[in-house]
């Protein structure tokens, strides 16, 4: 076997796990060797040309705030910029932006290829070498080894990957990309359970066969807001979208060639996305509804191949092509390529620590699509949270651990690492429960302070993410000091429309000698009477940045909501970080349900706050698991105590 050298940590698959994972760990001062199989599918997309969207726009922004790179690249490659959920609170509003795929690979690889102490290598990897029981490196598909102190392996769908369109079947990760063989076999020989996952992509058409007139136009945001805390300004020409929908002819194609889709001839064994299904599952699932969206979305600027986000599908090519053509807009369209499923083997992720470092073997870490989640922007925020750790490690120093309450990231990973998932995993709001806490506007005030504890901003950076919050503190104390005139302001504009006056009314009608009194902007926040449109628009502020603005003000306008958040965090808190000591799971466990007794002792959790959220630990358990954790925390002080 000949050594290939050897570096501290490697990381597996330069996708977007990898790709954060191998950065961070760089920007942290490791040296570090990116494996992948194809240099030239770095950070591929290989669905939506998209990046962001409900909750997955708020992990991007705390993967930026963290001295990620993903919110960087978006802004780089970025085609169109939306604010999502802009009718519902603030809480759920969601960055997303188009994509320009091939840009995207572009400049992700460059940013790599210029991180010092990150080295590209293109090879398979095809094993872990371990020595009683810890790792010390890999081997490669040429026989060669590279010798390590840590691995991070992100290998997306491509573990056994097989692609699926009819009753055609192609082994692949992606296509046009070998399947990845050997990891595997090799997991499951370490002890790990290893089980099967599938998703699937819509067909992609040509620009020129689409009559756009039959569709609904869906312009970006203007003025267009940029992904990155640190991006100072974002000047994009940016492109249109459109949007269509499927018709009953759809479904009832559709419906009559069930029996020539995989997903229902039992061909396809992984279970798929419940919240990203084929459109064969939408016309299944939701039969009552006559028509589902269709959104037509460009694969970048300088070519002609267009995606189609709502209509993943693993029917038979001439099928999909008859398909197309029922759809307002695709009557005469040409495909370029057809949909497919692929399916892969993932790693239930129970198996791992806090920290995505395997439980059975010391050194190796997990991350992205391979523990189960599906998405850019989840395989991302895992890879990023890998990376710091696998670096900290090395480093000697103790590991990254957040609260639920801290970030969305935090929240992914306490849900994969203590309740696992059956299927692929993607983030929603809802899955947070102090999501006002964590909004995508507030994620460089909750995360700064890490990000310079880790060292992973640089100075430039510091300064900026200080500055931007100098600033919001002075839009804040504006709030609470300049004060108004309602009546005088829906005098003077008392040509505006309806709108504005309601915006800025007082709410109660005054005596005729009465003199109006002035009340501050927050306090007309908070009682309604001034919207944010209209504070927006208002010269006194004029100096200060809509965003700035925009997020002092849904501070102020939220405050009680947000002050009764964090009381309920306070208590969380002081359950959540009560220690279990591992050898805990080894006692009987009597006053424990049985239920909750057999799977505590699968995920052997550290806190009593992870315990607690371990599908089948009942809120009596809860109960009993803060008894044991308060008689841990007597034992540790009593042994602190000098005798
Ligand atoms: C057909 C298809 C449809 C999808 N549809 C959606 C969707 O609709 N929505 C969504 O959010 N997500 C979707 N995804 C998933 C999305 O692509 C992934 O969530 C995301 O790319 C995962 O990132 P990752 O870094 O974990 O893996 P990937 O981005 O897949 O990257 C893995 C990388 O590892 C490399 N690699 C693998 N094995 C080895 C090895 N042994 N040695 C060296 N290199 C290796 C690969 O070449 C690849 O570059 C889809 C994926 C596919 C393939």
């Known amino acids: 076997m000949s050594a290939r050298g050897r570096y501290p940590l490697i990381v597996v698959g330069a996708g977007h796990a990898g790709c954060e994972a191998a950065c961070i760990a760089a920007a942290m001062g490791v040296e ?14 290989s669905c939506n040309p998209a990046i962001g969207g409900l909750a997955k726009g708020h992990l991007v922004r705390e993967i930026d705030a963290l001295g990620g790179i993903m919110a960087r690249m978006a802004d780089g490659a970025g085609i169109q ?10 809480a759920v509003w969601s960055p997303r932006a188009q ?3 091939a840009f995207y690979r572009e400049i992700v690889r460059a940013r790599l290829e210029r991180t010092p102490g990150l080295n590209l290598l293109q090879a398979q990897v095809t094993g872990f070498l371990t020595r009683q029981g810890r790792l010390h490196g890999v081997a490669l598909k040429d026989g060669s080894e590279v010798e390590c102190d840590a691995v991070i392996v992100t290998p997306g769908t491509f573990m056994n990957g097989l692609m699926h369109v009819g009753d055609r079947t192609v082994a692949g990760g992606r296509v046009g990309e070998a399947p990845s063989r050997g990891l595997s076999e090799c997991l499951a020989e370490l002890g790990f359970r290893v089980l099967r996952l599938k998703t699937g992509t819509p067909p992609r058409i040509h620009r020129d066969s689409i009559d756009f007139t039959r569709m609904t136009e869906q312009p970006g945001d203007d003025p267009p807001r940029p992904f990155s805390h640190f991006t100072r300004s974002l000047d994009v020409d940016q492109i249109m979208c459109h949007l ?5 002819a759809t479904h009832d194609l559709i419906r009559s060639n069930l029996h020539r889709s995989p997903l229902y001839t039992g061909k396809i064994r992984g279970i798929g996305p419940r919240y990203c299904p084929s459109i064969e599952d939408k016309v299944v699932r939701f039969a009552e509804k006559a028509s589902h969206q269709i959104f037509i979305e460009p694969e970048g600027r300088r070519t002609h191949e267009f995606y189609i986000n709502g209509l993943s599908t693993s029917l038979p090519e001439e099928i999909q092509l008859r398909m197309l053509r029922t759809i307002p807009g695709l009557e005469e369209v040409e495909m370029i390529r057809p949909g497919y499923a692929v399916e892969y083997d993932f790693v239930p992720p129970t198996q791992l620590l806090p920290t995505l470092e395997t439980r059975a073997v010391g050194g190796l870490y997990l991350a992205g699509q391979i523990n189960g989640t599906s998405g850019y922007e989840e395989a991302a925020a895992q890879g990023l949270f890998a990376g710091i750790n696998a670096a900290l490690r090395i480093q000697g120093r103790a590991p990254m651990r957040l609260g639920r309450e801290e970030a969305y990231l935090a929240v992914l990973i306490d849900d994969l690492v203590s309740k696992g998932t059956e299927e692929p995993y993607r983030m929603f709001t809802s899955s947070a429960e102090y999501r006002l806490l964590l909004r995508q506007d507030n994620a460089i005030d909750r995360l700064l302070g890490r990000a310079r504890e ?33 009546e005088e302001t829906v005098s003077r504009s008392a040509d505006t ?33 001034l919207s944010l449109e209209a504070l927006l628009d208002r010269t006194e502020l004029a100096d200060l940045a809509r965003e700035t603005l925009e997020s002092a003000a849904i501070e102020v306008r939220y405050e009680g909501y947000i002050r009764r958040q964090r009381r309920e965090v306070e208590r969380a808190v002081r359950y959540e970080n009560l220690q279990l000591v591992d050898s805990l799971w080894e006692e009987p466990l009597l006053e424990l349900s049985r239920e909750g007794r057999e799977k505590l002792r699968k995920i052997r959790p550290g806190t009593v706050g992870q315990a607690a959220r371990v599908p089948g630990v009942s809120p009596a358990d809860a109960a009993v698991l803060v008894i044991y954790g308060e008689r841990e925390r007597r034992r540790a002080s009593l042994a602190a105590t000098p005798s």
């Open 32 to 45: 570090v060797a990116l494996v992948t199989m194809s240099l030239d599918a770095i950070a591929q997309m």
């Open 81 to 90: 910029f939306k604010m999502l959920n802009r009718a519902r609170g603030p």
């Open 99 to 101: 994509e320009d795929k």
């Open 244 to 248: 269509t929908h499927t018709t009953s």
């Open 454 to 486: 880790l060292g992973t901003l640089d100075a430039d950076d510091l300064a900026l993410a200080e500055e931007r919050i100098a600033e919001r503190g002075r839009a804040t104390r504006l709030l609470h000091t300049v004060k108004i005139n309602l």
């Open 497 to 529: 429309d309806e709108t504005h006056r309601g915006s800025t009314r007082s709410g109660r009608d005054r005596a005729p000698n009465e003199k109006p009194d002035a009340s501050t902007l927050a306090h007309l926040l908070c009682n309604g009477s």
